[in-house]
Nanobody, 123 residues
Framework: QVQLVESGGGLVQAGGSLRLSCAAS????????MAWFRQAPGKEREFVCV???????YYIDSVKDRFTISRDNANNTVYLQMNNLTPEDTALYYC?????????????????WGQGTQVTVSS
């Protein structure tokens, strides 16, 4: 069983930056696909970005060139660097893990989820 704990959220002004962390425990996540999702009030949870064991990454268009996902396998941690934030980025951000190392945006691919960390961007 893998436990994921997100941290690093907060309140920031538009144009600011935040760095989210996702600390995994219970199993080595080196071979896992790791992703970030977000859920804004009144909206469905949406895929944001993903990183495979090979370090290949993918981002949705709205965050491309602003967000960077990375992983530190030695410390079993995944990061999300978010720059030039806008109010549209306001959401609860979740870390997710796929133990089979697949490549996809579907929520159903992901076996483990954290509790989320709130990101609020003021205009």
């Amino acid at each position: 069983q893998v436990q994921l704990v997100e941290s690093g959220g907060g309140l920031v002004q538009a144009g600011g930056s935040l760095r989210l962390s996702c600390a995994a425990s219970g199993h080595d996540i080196t071979g896992y696909t790791m992703a970030w999702f977000r859920q804004a009030p009144g909206k469905e949870r949406e895929f944001v970005c993903v990183i495979r064991w090979s370090m290949v990454t993918y981002y949705i268009d709205s965050v491309k060139d602003r967000f960077t996902i990375s992983r530190d396998n030695a410390n079993n941690t995944v990061y999300l660097q978010m720059n030039n934030l806008t109010p549209e980025d306001t959401a609860l951000y979740y870390c997710a893990a796929d133990r089979f190392g697949r490549w996809g945006q579907e929520l159903s691919f992901y076996d483990y989820w954290g509790q989320g960390t709130q990101v609020t961007v003021s205009s």
